[in-house]
């Protein structure tokens, strides 16, 4: 697991090289993504029709295949993340806004659970309103995006740089 961070000034080209090692991933999720929402309306075809036409008595739903996310709550990446049990990667071309999310959603403790998903123990995710509950055993999400070396003191600030939670970003 690897929380990195490309660190430079604005203008510094930053986004440049991170977006050439990501591509490969993002069209990979493009071509998955595509498949999924063929799936999804196959799927739809299927529960449809009659039972004595299907193909199969019980469609099973599709799950979409992904390496990436950029924008998710924590309980949507545990579900993301329980759908591809070998890794997701969260990718932020400005860090700072993953920093800037924490706790958007509510008054918890999104820096511990970043944390405790570097140590890759074990998540649950238990919602009201949610069917079934989320396990992951041994998560492996990491992070990686660029900053501007001028936002660095904000990292800092409140209990990040006593928490560990700074020591786990690799600075490149």
């Known amino acids: 697991i690897l929380f990195m961070a490309l660190v430079g000034r604005p203008g510094a080209c930053k986004s440049h090289p991170l977006n050439f090692a990501i591509r490969p991933f993002t069209e990979l999720d493009g071509a998955a993504t595509r498949a999924y929402i063929k799936a999804c309306e196959e799927y739809e075809r299927q529960r449809e ?3 004595k036409e299907r193909s199969e008595p019980h469609p099973v739903a599709p799950v979409c295949k992904r390496f990436l996310i950029s924008d998710a709550t924590p309980e949507a990446m545990l579900l993301i993340h329980s759908q591809n ?47 079934n509950s989320v396990y992951i055993s041994r998560p492996f999400i990491s992070v990686v995006g660029t900053i501007q070396n001028g936002i660095l003191n904000e990292l800092a600030q409140g209990s990040r740089s006593s928490n560990g939670f700074i020591d786990r970003l690799l600075f490149v």
Do not use: C, H, Q, T
């Open 49 to 51: 029709l009659p039972m």
């Open 85 to 131: 049990l070998r890794g997701i990667a969260m990718w932020n071309d400005e860090l700072a806004g993953w920093f800037k999310n924490f706790n958007r959603y509510n008054k918890g403790s999104d820096e511990e659970y970043w944390l405790k998903l570097f140590n890759a123990n074990p998540s649950f995710s238990d919602r009201k309103g949610v069917k």
